[in-house]
């Protein structure tokens, strides 16, 4: 299959953007048309602010286990990470010719590779310009041909748009959990309420008795017509919770609902007790920019952001920049 060909089947596969599944398993119907035929792969999504994996899917057989393979990503020194290999021209590159064949330099290869059977690795990066958007590892037992890491290459541009796309139209047709409403009187007394609220807060609020926070929240917004905050709902999972002042000034309206995704890792950040300037340098970090990078983003000095990164280390109990990735990495997975 020519390259042109296996491109066009990709930009066909982007009419099918919200089943990340049914997407990488056609990609690797195209790949083992045009004749990469792996033993196994694995494939991400990534989100594109911290480079973390945030949905991954395999097919076939694949080496060593995956808490191996994210702390081998994010917190070992190796060759080809994805993370590297996304800000080169061409994201895609097999690890024998990344070590020009010598893969034993490699400890993804002498700890994962080599003892279940494997010969060679075959990565790819899907970036563009707005973000790493997603990744892929195809694994053989002979080495990867140049034709066939030349193709790998060739795609990367046309999956990273078919992924950031498919991530958009995903976003904009998904449709939030439903959440639920309370309305307290003056004395934060249950006026009425809906069976959701009810399910999000495990039946505390049938019975009358609410959550602390709700409290509090409440207390807020009669000062200041509104205000937001977190908590633990029945099932453990984030809630958030919005309060709005009603018209006779003691009564409040409760609105609670699922925390969105993107707000967790700020939450959890701010749980490690990070001021804002250290969550935007742990972000930073996350997506493997170095001190000069950061330094130059935010306007810092580089001793500055030594300082900061030392403070992160302490509030989270690491030492250093792999061992905070990789807590991260293995917790987003």
């Given at each position: 299959?020519?390259?042109?060909a296996a491109?066009d089947?990709?930009?066909?596969?982007?009419?099918?953007?919200?089943?990340?599944d049914r997407?990488?398993?056609?990609?690797?119907?195209?790949?083992?048309?045009?004749?990469?035929?792996?033993v196994?792969?694995?494939?991400?999504?990534?989100?594109?602010?911290?480079?973390l994996?945030?949905w991954?899917?395999?097919r076939g057989?694949?080496?060593?286990?995956?808490?191996?393979?994210?702390?081998?990503?994010?917190?070992?020194d190796?060759?080809?990470?994805?993370?590297?290999l996304?800000r080169?021209?061409?994201?895609a590159?097999?690890?024998?010719?990344?070590?020009?064949?010598?893969?034993e330099?490699?400890r993804?290869?002498?700890?994962?590779?080599?003892p279940d059977?494997?010969?060679d690795?075959?990565?790819?990066?899907?970036a563009?310009?707005?973000?790493?958007?997603?990744?892929?590892?195809?694994?053989?037992?002979?080495?990867?041909?140049?034709?066939?890491?030349?193709?790998?290459?060739?795609?990367?541009?046309?999956v990273?748009?078919?992924?950031?796309?498919?991530?958009a139209?995903?976003?904009?047709?998904?449709?939030p959990?439903?959440?639920?409403?309370?309305?307290?009187?003056?004395d934060?007394?249950?006026?009425?309420?809906?069976?959701?609220?009810?399910?999000l807060?495990?039946?505390?609020?049938?019975?009358?008795?609410?959550?602390?926070?709700?409290?509090?929240?409440?207390?807020?917004?009669?000062?200041?017509?509104?205000?937001?905050?977190?908590?633990?709902g029945?099932?453990?999972?984030?809630l958030?919770?919005e309060a709005?002042?009603?018209?006779d000034?003691?009564g409040?309206a409760?609105?609670?609902r699922?925390?969105?995704?993107?707000?967790?890792?700020?939450?959890?950040?701010?749980?490690?007790?990070?001021t804002?300037?250290?969550?935007?340098?742990?972000?930073?970090?996350?997506?493997?920019?170095?001190?000069?990078t950061?330094?130059?983003?935010?306007?810092?000095?580089?001793?500055?952001?030594q300082?900061?990164?030392?403070?992160?280390?302490?509030?989270?109990?690491v030492?250093?920049?792999?061992e905070f990735?990789?807590?991260?990495?293995l917790?987003?997975?």
């Amino acid at each position: 299959m020519r390259p042109e060909a296996a491109s066009d089947l990709v930009e066909r596969l982007a009419l099918e953007p919200a089943d990340p599944d049914r997407f990488f398993s056609a990609l690797l119907d195209v790949l083992e048309e045009a004749g990469t035929t792996p033993v196994g792969a694995c494939y991400h999504l990534t989100d594109p602010a911290t480079g973390l994996f945030t949905w991954t899917g395999v097919r076939g057989e694949l080496p060593g286990d995956f808490t191996a393979a994210v702390q081998n990503e994010y917190e070992q020194d190796d060759v080809a990470k994805y993370r590297e290999l996304a800000r080169r021209p061409r994201a895609a590159t097999s690890l024998l010719d990344e070590t020009e064949g010598r893969p034993e330099v490699s400890r993804r290869y002498r700890e994962q590779l080599r003892p279940d059977g494997f010969a060679d690795e075959l990565r790819l990066a899907f970036a563009d310009g707005y973000g790493r958007w997603g990744s892929m590892g195809l694994f053989a037992d002979r080495a990867f041909t140049a034709a066939e890491v030349d193709l790998a290459g060739r795609l990367v541009p046309v999956v990273a748009r078919a992924l950031r796309l498919g991530v958009a139209v995903a976003a904009a047709q998904s449709r939030p959990e439903p959440g639920g409403f309370i309305v307290l009187d003056g004395d934060d007394h249950v006026v009425t309420r809906d069976e959701r609220a009810g399910d999000l807060l495990g039946g505390e609020a049938e019975t009358g008795g609410l959550p602390g926070v709700l409290h509090v929240v409440a207390a807020a917004a009669r000062a200041e017509g509104r205000a937001t905050s977190s908590t633990l709902g029945a099932d453990g999972a984030w809630l958030e919770v919005e309060a709005s002042r009603l018209v006779d000034g003691a009564g409040v309206a409760l609105a609670v609902r699922p925390a969105p995704p993107p707000s967790l890792l700020e939450l959890r950040l701010r749980a490690a007790g990070l001021t804002g300037r250290e969550r935007e340098i742990a972000l930073a970090v996350l997506r493997g920019d170095d001190t000069k990078t950061i330094a130059g983003a935010l306007h810092l000095s580089p001793w500055t952001v030594q300082d900061h990164l030392k403070a992160i280390f302490e509030k989270t109990g690491v030492r250093s920049r792999r061992e905070f990735a990789g807590r991260w990495a293995l917790a987003a997975a």
